[in-house]
Nanobody
Framework: QVALVESGGGLVQAGGSLRLACEASSPFTRSAMGWFRQAPGKEREFVAATRWTVGTAFYRDSVKDRFAISKDNGKNSIYLQMNKLKPEHTAMYYC????????????????????WGQGTQVTVSS
């Protein structure tokens, strides 16, 4: 079974940037990949997603002007460039993959994704 491995998290000051990466352990068929985050005591929430072949991107409204998702099909990887970070962006960030074709609204639902990474911690200090 394919594994997703996230990297790039860390501690950064408010206003700083981080670039998260998610690499699949082997090639596999997928329709979409995305990033979710979960802060302590809160539910997992959608951040960004991309269709794997076409590359159409979807974003949480609050991060549209700060975050950018990208992919590298050859490296089986997706990335999340996070700029102008705020303390409220502090969370564990998870990479996920879906093998099903998704309707646009479904990209935002954790239940749409069948494969998940272990997460990478992002901490933004004020």
């Amino acid at each position: 079974q394919v594994a997703l491995v996230e990297s790039g998290g860390g501690l950064v000051q408010a206003g700083g940037s981080l670039r998260l990466a998610c690499e699949a352990s082997s090639p596999f068929t997928r329709s979409a990949m995305g990033w979710f985050r979960q802060a302590p005591g809160k539910e997992r929430e959608f951040v960004a997603a991309t269709r794997w072949t076409v590359g159409t991107a979807f974003y949480r409204d609050s991060v549209k002007d700060r975050f950018a998702i990208s992919k590298d099909n050859g490296k089986n990887s997706i990335y999340l460039q996070m700029n102008k970070l705020k303390p409220e962006h502090t969370a564990m960030y998870y990479c996920a993959a879906s093998v099903r074709e998704l309707a646009p609204i479904a990209y935002r639902a954790p239940a749409s994704y069948s494969t998940w990474g272990q997460g990478t911690q992002v901490t933004v200090s004020s």
